[in-house]
Each structure stands twice: as structure tokens, then as C-alpha cells.
């Protein structure tokens, strides 16, 4: 399988995300990557439209509805949103979006923080192996993989997409 090259996918994520933003009248957006592989996207993709703010950083894992089953992943951090969540335009960004879960727990932490105005969803890759309706606004490339496939983004700079030997847990 041939992975699309993250460096390429950006500039029309970025095309993308302006276009979408400007249909709904976002002016001011707050960005919010989750971490690892949503930060590092956000921050390139921040970088792509010319932008210089803040980045919130969301770690789901406290969040996660398989946390019983996996247990703690022993790197978890505190999630770090500097700016109010109640009533803001905000920019969920993540790296690989499959099953749907980990927007559902970035989706449930946040509005622990207030209720936003609205939130775009942007994934470098959607994977197409969805558990739950969740679907992208903004999506750089989308892959049908076997079941026992994975890819994960390797970063922070370059980016890069690595296929991956099966995993225990699903995103």
C-alpha cells in the first residue's frame, strides 16, 4: 500500500479549511490539536494558512470508553486549552480518524470545558472504519485498509505516515 505523503496533503487541507470556515463566516477560530498526532497536524496546518496563535492541546485518554479495557497509557498529560471553550468557533484537529472514539472523547472533554459555538473536525486521514457517525469537515486523504492494517503519523517534523503492524486497541 502506498501511503500519501503528509507534506502534500497539507496545502489543500489548509485550502480546505479556509473555504469552509469562510462558508460558515469562522473569522476566529480556536484551534485544538489532540495529542501526539492532532498537535503536530494542527501546528503544520497553522503553519499552511499563515497563521501564529495559541494551540489547545487535548489527551483523551482519561475520556476514552475502552480506558477499562487498555488501562492507562503511561503518557498521558494534562490537556492545556488556554483560551475559553463556552461560546468559541473551534478547530478539532487529529491526525487518523477510524472507528470514531477518539473524536467522541475529545468531543466529551470539551464540553466538560463549556459549549462551543461550534467545532469543525480536521483528520490528516480518514480510515473508513467507522464505529460511530462521525465524519471530517476537513479531510486530507481518505484510505480503505484491511482489518488487521494501521497507519500511524510519525513527526514532529516531517511528518510522515508509517504502515503499522496490527494493534491491540482501535482510535
Known sequence: MSLPNPAELLPQMAAALSAHLASRKIAEPRFIGI?????????????????NEVLGILDVSFYRDDFTQNGLHPQVRPSALPFEIE???????????MS??????????????????????????????RELPIRPDVVGATLSLAPSERVKLL?????????????????
Open 35 to 51: 495529542h501526539t498526532g492532532g498537535v503536530w497536524v494542527a501546528q503544520a496546518l497553522l503553519q499552511a494558512l499563515g497563521r
Open 87 to 97: 461560546g468559541q468557533h473551534l478547530v478539532l484537529v487529529d491526525d487518523v480518524l
Open 100 to 129: 470514531g472514539r477518539t473524536i467522541r472523547a475529545a468531543l466529551n472533554e470539551l464540553f466538560d470545558y463549556g459549549r462551543p459555538a461550534s467545532v469543525t473536525l480536521v483528520c490528516l486521514l480518514d480510515l473508513s472504519a
Open 155 to 171: 513527526g514532529p517534523a516531517p511528518l510522515t505516515l508509517e504502515q503499522q503492524p496490527p494493534a491491540s486497541a482501535a482510535n
